[in-house]
């Protein structure tokens, strides 16, 4: 994208967002207090439990207690970056894979991953149960419902013809899918890509019997950062205690969440009223173990696993120019 057409985005961005600072998210306490650093904070998408941690410091004071006011507002159509790149707002939620083209070429966003929320990838192919897919050679002749990302295929790609399948048997459906149970049950579609943490979840909560096999478990290349924390190139050079400081306390967030996701999840409710209550519950439990896992503390980033992605995608073609050994992500403003 060219200057221009970046900047037209930018204002659209900033339009969505002055519009989306009215309702969602409930403010920090004290919004009214002058000693407050205010901080925004955009979202991916609506509220769930991958944000669970953001709103846990925000109603146990934790941004307070440092210093902030947080706002935590839902995203514009093009999603958080480009408000966090263009300095509207100072941090939002993205993904390693989608931040890809951001970090090389003409395209590219000054933005930095700061912290990783959930410690490994939990994506994946959900399908029926007995129907041949729990494995990725039983996609041959089924329907799979994409995207349509260079990305996203050539990972399905890969894992099928691992499994020694012909992924051009794969049928490619157009995705329209907007309740994962539903398109399921209807047969409008055999395989979804899912984040378990949710949907495969959801799957569960509502009794749909499911086959089910995760990328990372196929593949280590696959086992990449979803999601992560953003910050603009500006702001954290500008501001590195401000960063820091925001991600203490969302640190102590996710921590907590992590130790009583059932507290967790009540925070997030009553956040988020219009959520399902016993998914909302089922999936902070699902979670609670997922957010560090075995790192040394949460949002660490390891940079062998951040650049093996990378690596995948410059080996295949999917990045033009190449993204460099060690773009786009920072473990600086972690608590130490």
Request: hydrophobic share 40%; glycine share 8%.
């Amino acid at each position: 994208m060219k200057k221009t057409g970046l900047a037209i985005l930018v204002a659209a961005a900033v339009a969505a967002l002055l519009t989306a600072c009215g309702g969602t998210g409930k403010q920090a306490a004290n919004t009214n207090s002058s000693d407050l650093k205010k901080v925004t904070f955009v979202l991916d998408w609506t509220p769930n439990t991958n944000h669970t941690g953001l709103y846990v410091a925000e109603e146990k004071g934790y941004f307070k207690e440092e210093g902030l006011e947080v706002e935590i507002v839902q995203p514009p159509e093009d999603g958080a970056a480009v408000l966090v790149a263009s300095g509207k707002a100072q941090f939002g939620m993205s993904f390693q894979d989608s931040m890809a083209p951001a970090l090389a070429g003409e395209n590219t966003l000054p933005i930095t991953a700061v912290a990783a929320v959930i410690q490994h990838n939990t994506s994946g192919i959900i399908s029926r149960e007995g129907e041949g897919m729990a494995s990725p050679k039983g996609m041959e002749g089924k329907k799979y419902a994409t995207w349509d990302i260079p990305v996203e295929k050539a990972m399905v790609k890969d894992v099928v013809e691992a499994d020694g399948g012909d992924f051009s048997k794969v049928q490619l459906i157009p995705s329209t899918v907007t309740d994962e149970v539903s398109a399921l049950k209807s047969k409008s579609v055999d395989a979804i890509w899912i984040f378990y943490a949710w949907a495969g979840v959801k799957m569960e909560v509502e009794g749909l019997d499911t086959d089910y096999f995760a990328f990372a478990d196929l593949n280590p290349v696959f086992d990449y950062y979803t999601p992560v924390i953003i910050g603009g190139n500006e702001f954290l050079k500008q501001e590195p205690e401000t960063a820091k400081a925001f991600l203490r306390a969302v640190s102590k967030g996710y921590e907590d969440a992590g130790k009583d996701p059932e507290e967790a999840a009540s925070i997030l409710l009553k956040a988020a009223p219009e959520l399902d209550e016993k998914l909302v519950m089922e999936s902070q439990k699902y979670l609670a173990d997922q957010y560090q896992a075995e790192a040394e503390k949460w949002g660490y980033i390891d940079p062998e696993r951040w650049n093996r992605f990378y690596d995948w995608l410059n080996k295949n073609g999917l990045s033009s120019p190449e993204i460099p050994a060690n773009a786009g992500f920072s473990n600086d403003y972690l608590p130490q």
